[in-house]
């Protein structure tokens, strides 16, 4: 097997991108999109040499100084100004798995040769991918429209010498890490700092991360659900395949369809029932969790396409003998699926703790707060408190971001996505279902004991034996902070094989 991922016009996709992270491959260009970024640059320099007329970004400023012409001495000048003027991001660093993605979707962009860059610009930025030189990159600063501006422009300092650079852990001026490589400086050429600055890749690269976690969350949803299903010793009638034939959205029928393979062979679940019905937090977690699926199955959908897309402007179309300007860069789809993403993911968390509530709540044969002796001891009470906190805090980072707009350029860009603030808070929504997920399986797992001797299904129980080398049982007050960390370590390391995750 190759050592290296090759780029070229190959269509990506989640596995893909989730294979080249785990494997750590190095990228390489194809002879194919090779070509494509030389023809592409050799038709740009002929057309810049034969043609006196403005080309927005190429001889003209930016924004709303489109209109101001820019002398062919200054073409390289006015590019490297538009980099270091853009760098205005603030806020908190972008983590460095996101920023290693966004090297990889920009170089992928840039090769469809629509672009006009410099080969060696391409190569430089690919360099950076596989020494892991990765540029230090800020949350706030784009719009979400004329692509994400302030964060590429940060991704894109380093190419000249500017701007810091992680190696490994350590932050470090570019300048003197190019010098340690023997690397020099890229000299920007005409256009080329508007490729680098106009596109998605920030948004596109959020998005990646958030769908590769939230379709593992997905699926560990289903898990630790089925296992709160046994503890809460529920009917297993409202996952009949009948149910869901006469309202067969996709999500709802896997949900229903995983849930009945996750709890087979449960003794717990072909026990007699006392109850006639169960709480919606149990009976309906196939239209529920099936509803982010189906969301899922959308965004995904939507992400593939920006990935495998052009999004800088203008774009160079050489058999047409064109160059438009357009609007590739504007982020609306990204914005109106990551808002999605973070409604569709809350309401896993929101479900998840209301089923956490019942599991402490004192019902079913359970000790209330599933300890024995409560009152001297709290218990599971607290838990739930920070699940009930966790779900409070998705609801406002759930109001869409893809609904406001702010004028700006003065009036030149006067309706943009706010597509980065929904990938921001996204990440964030994610990374609260993933906690709220663990307090549910510690909690459910704590239940289920007491249903002892009787037990849940062989794949649950083999769950439980693994999950018990890092959280034992709590049979009296302990630091639950511990185990609720520990909890979601446990769901971080758990495998889950790209079926599951993607079918």
């Known amino acids: 097997?190759?050592?290296?991922?090759?780029?070229?016009?190959?269509?990506?996709?989640?596995?893909?991108?989730?294979?080249?992270?785990?494997?750590?491959?190095?990228?390489?260009?194809?002879?194919?999109?090779?070509?494509?970024?030389?023809?592409?640059?050799?038709?740009?320099?002929?057309?810049i040499k034969n043609n006196n007329e403005p080309i927005y970004g190429i001889n003209t400023g930016f924004g709303s100084l489109c209109n101001v012409i820019i002398a062919e001495k200054n073409l390289s000048k006015l590019q490297e100004n538009l980099v270091m003027s853009h760098a205005c991001g603030t806020g908190d660093l972008v983590p460095k798995p996101i920023v290693k993605l966004m090297l990889f979707l920009k170089v992928q962009s840039l090769s469809f040769g629509y672009s006009g860059v410099q080969l060696e610009t391409v190569l430089r930025l690919i360099d950076f991918y596989n020494n892991d030189i990765l540029p230090v990159v800020y949350t706030q600063g784009s719009l979400g429209a004329s692509g994400d501006l302030a964060p590429l422009a940060?991704?894109?300092?380093?190419?000249?010498?500017?701007?810091?650079?992680?190696?490994g852990d350590k932050i470090m001026a570019s300048e003197k890490v190019l010098i340690?490589?023997?690397?020099?400086?890229?000299?920007?050429?005409?256009?080329?700092?508007?490729?680098?600055?106009?596109g998605t890749q920030f948004m596109s690269a959020y998005g990646v991360c958030i769908l590769l976690k939230s379709f593992k969350l997905s699926y560990l949803a289903d898990v630790i659900g089925s296992l709160s299903v046994d503890a809460f010793d529920c009917n297993m009638s409202p996952f009949d395949s009948?149910?869901?034939?006469?309202?067969?959205?996709?999500?709802?029928?896997?949900?229903?369809?995983?849930?009945?393979e996750i709890l087979e062979g449960?003794?717990?679940?072909?026990?007699e029932k006392t109850n006639v019905q169960d709480p919606y937090s149990f009976r309906c977690i196939p239209q529920v969790h099936g509803a982010t699926?189906?969301?899922?199955?959308?965004?995904?959908?939507?992400?593939?396409?920006?990935?495998?897309?052009?999004?800088?402007?203008?774009?160079?179309?050489?058999?047409?003998?064109?160059?438009?300007s357009g609007g590739n860069f504007h982020g609306q789809p990204l914005a109106l699926a990551l808002d999605y993403t973070s409604i569709a993911m809350a309401e896993l968390a929101s479900i998840s703790e209301r089923r956490t509530y019942q599991l402490v709540s004192g019902l079913r044969d359970l000790p209330s707060f599933l300890m024995e002796n409560t009152g001297l001891n709290s218990g599971f009470m607290i838990p739930q408190y920070t699940a009930a906190s966790i779900v409070s805090q998705n609801k406002q980072l759930a109001t869409p971001a893809s609904i406001d707009s702010i004028v700006s350029s003065n009036g030149q860009e006067d309706h943009v996505s706010m597509g980065a603030n929904a990938a921001t808070k996204c990440l964030k929504v994610v990374e609260n279902v993933e906690t709220v997920l663990a307090i549910e399986l510690l909690n459910a797992s704590q239940a289920i004991e007491f249903r002892r001797?009787?037990?849940?299904?062989?794949?649950?129980?083999?769950?439980?034996?693994?999950?018990?080398?890092s959280v034992p049982f709590v049979d009296e007050d302990r630091l639950l902070a511990n185990d609720?960390?520990?909890?979601?370590?446990?769901?971080?390391?758990?495998?889950?094989?790209?079926?599951?995750?993607?079918?």
Do not use: C
């Not at 340690?180 to 490729?195: F, M």
């Open 1 to 47: 097997m190759s050592n290296f991922h090759y780029i070229s016009n190959q269509l990506l996709d989640l596995p893909i991108i989730k294979e080249l992270i785990e494997s750590k491959k190095k990228l390489k260009l194809s002879d194919e999109a090779t070509l494509n970024i030389k023809k592409s640059r050799e038709y740009l320099i002929s057309k």
């Open 154 to 167: 940060h991704l894109s300092l380093p190419l000249l010498g500017k701007g810091e650079v992680y190696v």
């Open 180 to 198: 340690s490589y023997n690397w020099k400086p890229i000299t920007l050429q005409a256009k080329e700092g508007l490729a680098l600055l106009n």
């Open 242 to 260: 009948l149910v869901h034939m006469v309202r067969p959205h996709r999500g709802q029928i896997k949900t229903a369809e995983r849930i009945n």
């Open 266 to 271: 449960s003794e717990i679940g072909s026990s």
């Open 293 to 324: 699926k189906d969301t899922l199955t959308f965004v995904n959908k939507t992400f593939k396409t920006e990935i495998n897309s052009v999004t800088d402007n203008p774009n160079i179309f050489i058999k047409e003998d064109k160059i438009i």
């Open 453 to 469: 001797p009787k037990k849940t299904s062989p794949f649950l129980e083999s769950l439980l034996d693994s999950f018990r080398q």
């Open 484 to 503: 609720i960390h520990a909890s979601i370590a446990f769901l971080q390391s758990f495998n889950v094989d790209n079926d599951l995750l993607f079918n």
